[in-house]
C-alpha cells in the first residue's frame, strides 16, 4: 500500500504514475480507480478488493480523497486493506492535501505507516519555485536563465502545473531549447487565454485575492471581457450541471467523467461545488447573462466593474445569498 499526500496536483499525479510504472514492470496489469465523496461505500470497495480477477493476477486499486478525512468506515477500511496479506494487489491512496497533525496521528495513518509506504510532498515555496522551473525545464529539453526562470515563477504564482505547462509550449516553440527572459514574456503576452484560465482555478480554489489579482493583469493587458466572462460562465455552468445531477442521486466523479473535466481539476471542483446551493447557481447564472450582456455592448453598465461583481458574487456566495 502506497499513500501519496500533496496540496499540488502536479506533484501528487506525477509520484502516482511513478508508483503504476513500477507497479507495471512486475505485472501489475490491471487498475480500477475510486473516488471518495459524499455517499461513498466503503463496503463496495471492500468487497471489489478482495474479489478474484477475471483478467490478470495482479492489479492495482486506487483510491482517491480530496482530504485525509476518511471517516469512521473509510478508517476501518484501509486499516483492513493494509493488514492483508495479498501479494498481488497493490493499493494506492492518492489525497489532493497535505496529512495534518491529527491524521498522520490517527490509526489508519499509522497502520498504513506501519505495513506499506507514506509519500508525503512538501510544497514548493516561492523562493524554491525558479530553481523547480530550471529543473522542470531541463526534463523538457529547455535551458533557462535565472531571470526568465524568476519571471516565469512569477507569472504562474505558485501553481506548478501551470509552469509546467508553460515550459511545454516553450518547447514547442523554441527551436535551440534556450529560454531567455525575452522568450518568456512574448509566450505569456500571448497567453490571455492561460490567465483566464488561472481566473477560473482561483474561483475554484475560493481565492477571492489571487482571483483580483489575475482578474486586474486581465484588465490591464486589455483582454477581451467576453472572454474573461465566458471563461466564468463555464465554471458556473459546470458546477449548475454538478449540482444537478447532484441532487438527482448522480455521483459527482461519474459526472465529472461525464462531462469531460480534467483529473487535476477534479478534487478542485467537488470542493468548490460543496461551497453553493442549487439557487446560488440559479442566482449566478442568471447574474452572468446579464454580465455577458455588458461584456457585448448590450448593456449599459461598466463591463470590467461588472465582471468584478460577478467575481466577488462567486467566491461569497452567502452574503449574497443573505442580501437576496
Not at 47 to 61: E, N, Q, V, Y
Not at 99 to 128: F, Y
Not at 167 to 187: N, P, R, T, Y
Amino acid at each position: 500500500m502506497y499513500l501519496i499526500a500533496a496540496d499540488e496536483p502536479l506533484q501528487v499525479a506525477e509520484a502516482t504514475d511513478a508508483v503504476r510504472r513500477a507497479a507495471a514492470e512486475q505485472g501489475f496489469d490491471e487498475r480500477s480507480s475510486h473516488f471518495v465523496e459524499r455517499g461513498f461505500r466503503w463496503e463496495s470497495l471492500m468487497s471489489g478488493a478482495d474479489s478474484l480477477s477475471l483478467f490478470a493476477s495482479k492489479r492495482i486499486i486506487e483510491v482517491r480523497m480530496a482530504t485525509p478525512r476518511p471517516g469512521d468506515a473509510g478508517a476501518k477500511a484501509i486499516r483492513a486493506l493494509a493488514e492483508a496479506k495479498d501479494p498481488d494487489r497493490l493499493i494506492i491512496i492518492s489525497i489532493q492535501s497535505k496529512l495534518d497533525r491529527n491524521a498522520a496521528k490517527s490509526v489508519w495513518a499509522k497502520t498504513v505507516a506501519r505495513h506499506g509506504v507514506i509519500v508525503e510532498i512538501r510544497p514548493v515555496s516561492r523562493a524554491e519555485l525558479p530553481g523547480f522551473i530550471v529543473r522542470r525545464a531541463k526534463q523538457h529539453g529547455l535551458t533557462i536563465g535565472t531571470d526568465a526562470a524568476e519571471l516565469l515563477a512569477e507569472r504562474v504564482e505558485g501553481n506548478l502545473l501551470a509552469a509546467d505547462q508553460e515550459l511545454i509550449k516553450l518547447a514547442l516553440i523554441l527551436d535551440d531549447g534556450q529560454v531567455d527572459a525575452a522568450a518568456v514574456l512574448e509566450s505569456v503576452a500571448t497567453s490571455t487565454r492561460f490567465d483566464v484560465f488561472r481566473l477560473s482555478d482561483a474561483v475554484l480554489a475560493g481565492d477571492l485575492s489571487r482571483a483580483m489579482t489575475v482578474l486586474g493583469g486581465l484588465k490591464a493587458e486589455g483582454a477581451p471581457p467576453p472572454l474573461v466572462v465566458w471563461a466564468l460562465a463555464q465554471e458556473i455552468t459546470l458546477l449548475s450541471q454538478l449540482k444537478l445531477g447532484e441532487s438527482k442521486g448522480r455521483r459527482p466523479a461519474e459526472l465529472m467523467s461525464q462531462l469531460r473535466v480534467w483529473q487535476s481539476r477534479q478534487a478542485a471542483t467537488a470542493r468548490a461545488l460543496a461551497r453553493y446551493s442549487n439557487a446560488d447557481l440559479y442566482r449566478l447564472l442568471e447574474r452572468v447573462v446579464g454580465v455577458d450582456r455588458a461584456a457585448k455592448g448590450q448593456d449599459a453598465q461598466p463591463v470590467w466593474e461588472a465582471i468584478t461583481g460577478l467575481v466577488f458574487e462567486l467566491l461569497a456566495p452567502e452574503s449574497h445569498r443573505l442580501s437576496a
